[in-house]
């Protein structure tokens, strides 16, 4: 049985960083993707970051990059989010995600079909 649980949300000040972390179980990808989207009160779900499981590359959402880092620790079984110079806008639920394919952009969440349950991230001035 696959489970995905995220840890590591918080409330931090504009210009603070948190640190997301995604715990998988279950998973036998060999190959695919994993992601991270967000989803702020009264908007839709957007994808932040994803990595490719064998070959390591990433991407970023114009919002996060240069701010944000994903990583994944393949021993551990774990993704995770690095969050630098948090903005207001950051403040979402973020979500990890898992998929056997290698996505392709843009990101379709529905391709996805693992996902953890949520870590709250609110960023205040």
């Known amino acids: 049985q696959v489970a995905l649980v995220e840890s590591g949300g918080g409330s931090v000040q504009t210009g603070g960083s948190l640190r997301l972390s995604c715990a998988t179980s279950g998973l036998t990808y060999k190959s695919g993707t994993m992601a991270w989207f967000r989803q702020a009160p009264g908007k839709e779900r957007e994808a932040v970051a994803l990595i490719f499981i064998y070959s390591g590359g990433r991407w970023y959402d114009s919002s996060v990059e240069d701010r944000f880092t994903i990583s994944q620790d393949k021993g551990k079984n774990t993704v995770s989010l690095k969050m630098n110079s948090l903005k207001n806008a950051d403040t979402a639920m973020y979500y990890c995600?898992?998929?056997?394919?290698?996505?392709?952009?843009?990101?379709?969440?529905?391709?996805?079909?693992?996902w953890g349950q949520g870590t709250k991230v609110t960023v205040s001035s």
């Open positions: 995600a898992a998929s056997g394919q290698v996505s392709t952009l843009p990101l379709d969440d529905s391709a996805f079909p693992y």
